[in-house]
């Protein structure tokens, strides 16, 4: 039988573990479908200030999650009780629907936040901050009446130029669709935009839209934001403009990007400065937000804390009795636990309506939860087994039965690790997993231009007179695909030559004989391919013989699932693992 819902596991009040921010309670909040976080100093100060951070869109929100998370954390230490939350159709909120303007509700999202801030902690002073998007978000949504303040890192000016570099960015990288594009709407690297919210974004105009604010302070990483102090002082506010340092390791790949310390610190001062708390004057403890929960149709989502502060979600079907098998979502890389396209969300709750219950949660140091106590956070180089161990036990305690193990690129890797570790688990699927067998000083930079394509791609492509037209114009960048070659060349010889070849195959065959199912998908011209047949041939053949074991070549799936048409090819393999008797 499952388990009543009393037996989840409730959501428990976690600490993060640096000493310079010990005593910060974080639990998580939900509002109008919206899921959130609430990180709360031990006592708070008579007139007390709050900050809400509004979080951007698309790359942006996977690339500053974590560096804002542990940002909301030094605020709350200072005094600052913060609220974080994830727009609807992002991140663990809700979903909108395919074709609706998301505009509306992502500004209805920051004045429901702040109400929800002040509501929930008692504090009468708010003040608005986010990144790129999501603080063109919060200074559009700012009432004059209502907020005190904005810190605004790198906002949108634009909303044109804006949508033109998704699209840009969506072509170089292959994560474009172009029936969104012919139809007016947008999708890239993950982000998905309908055509209604692609024109309103498109005519959103810091420098022509009215912005309400009493007090500023402007992150600027070029000329063009800089300008935008001007404009604001002209309506009436006291701007501080500084240059926005770190702006560029922020938003490199979530698995090595870099929190923009002296921005957070400038930040930190700002607010001290604009909104001082009395210290001395404080007034008691922080009261607790009400429990956690989301309810969609037909299906309930509730967070949990397991472990040394994992953070994750159970969702299941809304009928308690529906769900025997479960299914694991592990990162993808540095990634936050939803997934590029929010691909751990909309499965989860796919399989719900199907009966199958399912967990997504964050390694140590990744997303929302608790930083390992050894510092490390390699996300090929550190053991995952303690924590998959950690998640699998937590849903088997809650009745959830026959549980499947699923990761992408990284994710893959570790979890076919838990499956030969012996922890339970019957059934994995890898995706796109570009690491098999890590060895230490291989490269982080899956996805590159230079590494991110199958080598029978660039094979195939010299019997293509496109491609040598290309060749001689220098479209191609020649050394870059060379370097690519013999990197993968060399990558294969040492394979053979230190009998990891061997030992891995050993691994996957001793496995097999256990009964437990593998399967492996991985994109035609992904770079995933390559490292599948250093292993196991040509795509994969001794590894398809075994019982239980396959490798299927899709040719539709590019890597990390951005592309809407690839998680549906990822989804239907996942449903089909899991639902084999």
Same mark, same amino acid.
């Given at each position: 039988?499952?388990?009543?819902?009393?037996?989840?596991? =409730?959501?428990?009040?976690?600490?993060?573990?640096?000493?310079?921010?010990?005593?910060?309670?974080?639990?998580?909040?939900?509002?109008?479908?919206?899921? %959130?976080?609430?990180?709360?100093?031990?006592?708070?100060?008579?007139?007390?200030?709050?900050?809400?951070?509004?979080?951007?869109?698309?790359?942006?929100?996977?690339c500053?999650?974590?560096?804002?998370?542990?940002?909301?954390d030094?605020?709350?230490?200072?005094?600052?009780?913060?609220l974080?939350?994830?727009?609807?159709?992002?991140?663990?909120?809700?979903?909108?629907?395919?074709?609706?303007?998301?505009?509306? *509700?992502?500004?209805? *999202?920051?004045?429901?936040?702040t109400?929800?801030?002040?509501?929930?902690?008692?504090?009468?002073?708010?003040?608005?901050? #986010?990144?790129?998007?999501?603080?063109?978000?919060?200074?559009?949504?700012?009432? &004059?009446?209502?907020? /005190?303040?904005?810190?605004?890192?790198?906002? $949108?000016?634009?909303?044109?130029?804006?949508v033109?570099?998704?699209?840009?960015?969506?072509?170089?990288?292959g994560?474009?669709?172009e029936?969104?594009h012919?139809?007016?709407?947008?999708?890239?690297?993950?982000? !998905?935009?309908?055509?209604? =919210?692609?024109?309103?974004?498109?005519?959103?105009?810091?420098?022509?839209?009215?912005?309400?604010?009493?007090?500023?302070?402007?992150?600027?990483?070029?000329?063009?934001?800089?300008?935008? #102090?001007?404009?604001? !002082?002209?309506? %009436?506010?006291?701007?501080?403009?500084?240059?926005?340092? %770190?702006?560029?390791?922020?938003?490199?790949?979530?698995?090595?990007?870099?929190? @923009?310390?002296?921005?957070?610190?400038?930040?930190?001062?700002?607010?001290?400065?604009?909104?001082?708390?009395?210290?001395?004057?404080? $007034?008691?403890?922080?009261?607790?937000?009400?429990?956690?929960r989301?309810?969609?149709?037909?299906?309930?989502?509730?967070?949990v804390?397991?472990?040394?502060?994992?953070?994750?979600?159970?969702?299941?079907?809304?009928e308690?009795?529906?769900a025997?098998?479960?299914?694991?979502?592990?990162? =993808?890389?540095?990634?936050?636990?939803?997934g590029?396209?929010?691909?751990?969300?909309?499965?989860?709750?796919?399989l719900?309506?199907?009966?199958?219950?399912?967990?997504?949660? /964050?390694? @140590?140091?990744?997303?929302?939860?608790?930083?390992?106590?050894?510092?490390?956070?390699?996300?090929?180089?550190?053991?995952?087994?303690?924590?998959?161990?950690?998640?699998?036990?937590?849903?088997?305690?809650?009745?959830?039965e026959?549980?499947?193990?699923?990761?992408?690129?990284a994710?893959?890797?570790?979890?076919?690790?838990?499956?030969?570790?012996?922890?339970?688990?019957?059934?994995?699927?890898?995706?796109?997993?570009?690491?098999?067998?890590?060895? @230490?000083?291989?490269?982080?930079? $899956?996805?590159?231009?230079?590494?991110?394509?199958?080598?029978?791609?660039?094979?195939?492509?010299?019997?293509?007179?496109?491609?040598?037209?290309?060749?001689?114009?220098?479209?191609?960048?020649?050394?870059?695909?060379?370097?690519?070659?013999?990197? &993968?060349?060399?990558?294969?010889?040492?394979?053979?030559?230190?009998d990891?070849?061997?030992?891995?195959?050993?691994?996957?065959?001793?496995?097999?004989?256990?009964?437990?199912?593998i &399967?492996?998908?991985?994109?035609?011209?992904?770079?995933?391919?390559?490292?599948?047949?250093?292993?196991?041939? @040509?795509?994969?053949?001794?590894?398809?013989?075994?019982? #239980?074991?396959?490798? &299927?070549?899709?040719?539709?799936?590019?890597?990390?699932?951005?592309?809407?048409?690839?998680?549906?090819?990822?989804?239907?393999?996942?449903?089909?693992?899991?639902?084999?008797?």
């Open positions: 039988m499952s388990a009543p819902l009393s037996r989840i596991v =409730t959501p428990q009040l976690s600490e993060y573990v640096d000493a310079a921010t010990s005593g910060v309670a974080m639990s998580p909040i939900s509002f109008g479908g919206r899921f %959130g976080w609430l990180h709360q100093p031990q006592l708070l100060a008579d007139g007390a200030a709050g900050v809400v951070l509004v979080s951007p869109l698309g790359r942006d929100a996977r500053a999650h974590r560096p804002f998370r542990l940002f909301a030094r605020l709350a230490h200072a005094g600052y009780p913060v974080r939350f994830d727009q609807l159709n992002h991140g663990d909120s809700a979903d909108l629907a395919d074709d609706g303007d998301a505009l509306p *509700g992502w500004f209805e *999202g920051v004045r429901a936040a109400s929800f801030l002040k509501d929930v902690s008692g504090v009468r002073r708010v003040v608005l901050g #986010g990144a790129r998007m999501g603080a063109t978000l919060a200074a559009i949504a700012a009432d &004059r009446d209502v907020v /005190d303040g904005l810190i605004l890192f790198a906002p $949108v000016v634009s909303g044109k130029a804006w033109r570099e998704l699209r840009l960015a969506g072509a170089l990288g994560t474009a669709s029936a969104a012919q139809a007016g709407g947008l999708e890239a690297d993950g982000l !998905t935009l309908s055509p209604a =919210t692609v024109r309103s974004l498109s005519a959103l105009d810091l420098q022509s839209t009215p912005l309400s604010a009493r007090q500023v302070l402007l992150l600027a990483q070029n000329k063009s934001v800089a300008a935008l #102090g001007a404009h604001l !002082t002209a309506h %009436g506010a006291s701007v501080t403009l500084q240059e926005f340092a %770190g702006y560029d390791p922020l938003f490199e790949d979530a698995h090595s990007n870099q929190a @923009p310390e002296e921005a957070f610190a400038q930040a930190l001062q700002w607010i001290k400065t604009a909104l001082p708390i009395d210290r001395d004057g404080m $007034v008691g403890t922080c009261p607790h937000p009400p429990a956690c989301l309810d969609l149709p037909g299906v309930v989502e509730v967070p804390t397991f472990g040394a502060g994992l953070q994750g979600i159970i969702t299941r079907p809304d308690l009795n529906a025997r098998r479960a299914v694991v979502f592990l990162n =993808t890389g540095g990634d936050p636990r939803a590029i396209g929010r691909f751990a969300v909309w499965a989860a709750r796919a719900a309506r199907r009966g199958v219950a399912s967990m997504r949660f /964050d390694f @140590p140091g990744v997303g929302d939860s608790a930083d390992p106590a050894d510092g490390r956070r390699h996300v090929y180089e550190v053991a995952r087994t303690e924590d998959i161990r950690g998640a699998l036990e937590l849903m088997s305690a809650n009745g959830f026959d549980l499947t193990l699923t990761g992408i690129c994710g893959g890797l570790h979890a076919s690790r838990a499956a030969f570790d012996s922890l339970g688990v019957r059934k994995v699927l890898m995706v796109s997993p570009v690491k098999l067998v890590w060895r @230490p000083g291989d490269s982080l930079a $899956v996805g590159k231009r230079d590494q991110g394509r199958a080598t029978s791609f660039y094979m195939n492509g010299l019997a293509n007179a496109a491609t040598w037209k290309r060749l001689i114009t220098g479209d191609i960048h020649v050394m870059s695909v060379l370097k690519t070659l013999g990197r &993968r060349m060399i990558g294969r010889l040492a394979a053979r030559r230190d990891t070849t061997r030992v891995f195959r050993e691994q996957i065959a001793a496995t097999s004989a256990k009964g437990v199912r &399967r492996v998908l991985v994109g035609v011209d992904d770079a995933s391919l390559d490292e599948v047949e250093t292993y196991f041939g @040509p795509k994969g053949a001794a590894m398809s013989q075994l019982p #239980g074991m396959s490798v &299927r070549v899709a040719p539709q799936l590019d890597h990390g699932l951005a592309r809407s048409e690839s998680r549906v090819v990822a989804l239907d393999e996942l449903i089909d693992l899991v639902e084999q008797a």
